[in-house]
C-alpha cells in the first residue's frame, strides 16, 4: 500500500514520457500552475515560474487534470484587454491600438491582429486585442503592448476609465 502512490506517479511518468503533452522548454499551466518546463523525471514534472521560483509537480497530479500547453505549438495569440471611456472615439482607440502593435518587433504583421470591442462594462467600453507572435516572445509582446498603449492613449487623449459611484442623498 505504502508504494501505491509511488507507482502511480510512475505510471504517469511514463505516459507524459510515450504521449508527450509537453518537452522541456515549453510554458505550460498545469493544474494552475504556469511555468517553463525545465525537467521531465519519471516521478516529478519541474516547472520554472517567471518570477523564479521552482515547482515540483509529482506526474500523478499533472495526468489527473487539464494540462495546458501555452507554447508548444511554436506560434500563440497574445489576449489582452483595454478599457476605454463611454465619451471617447471607438475608432481612434481601435487605430492607437493598430499604431502601437504595428510598431511592436515581435509582432508576426503578417498574420494580423484582432482589435474587438468585447463588452460594454460597467464604467468603460473594453477591447480584446489578440496579436499573434512568437512563443518566445509571449512575455515581451504583453508587456510591451500594456506600457505602449498607456503611453499612446495619453498622448492621443484617450480616456482609461477607472470605476466610480454616484451617491444620491435623498432628504
Not at 65 to 81: A, C, F, L, R, Y
Not at 133 to 155: G, L, P, Q, R, T
Request: hydrophobic fraction near 40%.
Amino acid at each position: 500500500m505504502a508504494l501505491q502512490g509511488s507507482l502511480g506517479h510512475f505510471a504517469s511518468g511514463v505516459m507524459i514520457l510515450l504521449f508527450k503533452p509537453y518537452r522541456t522548454g515549453d510554458l505550460v499551466d498545469i493544474q494552475g500552475h504556469v511555468g517553463v518546463v525545465e525537467e521531465i523525471q519519471i516521478f516529478n514534472t519541474i516547472l520554472m515560474t517567471p518570477d523564479n521560483k521552482k515547482i515540483i509537480l509529482p506526474n500523478g497530479t499533472v495526468t489527473s487534470g487539464p494540462i495546458t500547453n501555452i507554447s508548444g505549438q511554436g506560434e500563440i495569440k497574445v489576449v489582452m484587454s483595454y478599457g476605454i471611456g463611454y465619451g471617447d472615439d471607438i475608432d481612434k482607440a481601435r487605430s492607437v491600438i493598430q499604431s502601437v502593435a504595428d510598431s511592436c518587433p515581435e509582432i508576426l504583421h503578417d498574420k494580423g491582429v484582432d482589435i474587438f470591442v468585447e463588452e460594454l462594462g460597467d464604467s468603460s467600453v473594453n477591447f480584446c486585442v489578440r496579436p499573434w507572435c512568437k512563443s518566445e516572445h509571449y512575455w515581451d509582446v504583453f508587456f510591451y503592448m500594456h506600457e505602449n498603449i498607456k503611453k499612446a492613449f495619453d498622448k492621443e487623449g484617450v480616456g482609461i476609465p477607472y470605476p466610480t459611484m454616484d451617491v444620491n442623498l435623498v432628504k
